[in-house]
């Protein structure tokens, strides 16, 4: 079953933005839309963003998400130290009936 | 504020069986899909498999087709993961939740070794 395309590692400096990128097809990121989650090193991941776009309560407003065509973003304003981590998104792939996951990219914050 | 809590990994021999159980609190169980998902060490996310509200339809990722079975019981408020025919590649991870994937344990780890 064939994943989605994420970059493996981005690096920003302190309080700029980053925007990571995740690439799917029709029947996943282009139909369902992309949930994307952060991950911690030793810790389980955290929803940042559904697949509907809703963003939990406990999320800082700088994580947002867009989407065009088969691309979801997810942009990283006023970067901080604890947002070094992995991220990760995930969709629903109809053709499949399975859900998917990109392979993480790693951002550093310089 | 929902909870999960996953038990029952441990270590096992290439070819034995072991069965993964998520303990569900907090939230209306029976209203989601529940998910197993596993992170071998070092790696990403994987899914594996997935289940409906009642049961009926259950979905897996190619490589477990045929040794992993889900299941759940929503008076309960649990789900399983039967892992038969286990292989090295199983080692991982393996987290329980629901397809929102909102709310993740701790995870519960396999090491399928000899």
């Known amino acids: 079953q064939a994943g989605l395309t994420q970059p493996p590692s981005v690096s920003k400096g302190l309080r700029q933005t980053a925007t990571l990128t995740c690439t799917g097809n029709s029947y996943n990121v282009g139909n369902q839309g992309a949930a994307w989650l952060q991950q911690h090193q030793g810790h389980p991941p955290k929803l940042l963003s559904s697949r509907n776009n809703n963003r939990p309560s406990d999320i800082s407003e700088r994580f947002s998400t867009s989407r065009s065509g088969n691309t979801t973003s997810l942009t990283i304003t006023g970067l901080q130290p604890e947002d070094e981590a992995d991220y990760y998104c995930s969709a629903w792939d109809s053709s499949l009936s399975a859900w998917v996951f990109g392979g993480g990219t790693k951002l550093t914050v310089l | ?114």
């Open chain 2, 1 to 114: 504020e929902g909870q999960v809590v996953e038990s029952g990994g441990g270590l096992v021999q290439p070819g034995g069986s072991l069965r993964l159980s998520c303990a569900a609190s907090g939230f209306t169980f029976s209203h989601y899909w529940s998910t197993w998902v596993r992170q071998a060490p070092g790696k990403g996310l994987e899914w594996v498999a997935i289940i409906t509200q009642d049961g009926s339809e259950k979905f897996y990722v190619d490589s477990v087709k045929g040794r992993f079975t889900i299941s759940r019981d929503n008076a309960e408020n649990s789900l399983s993961l039967q892992m038969n025919s286990l292989r090295p590649e199983d080692t991982a991870v393996y987290y329980c939740g629901r397809d929102l994937f909102d709310i993740w344990g701790q995870g519960t780890m396999v090491t399928v070794s000899s």
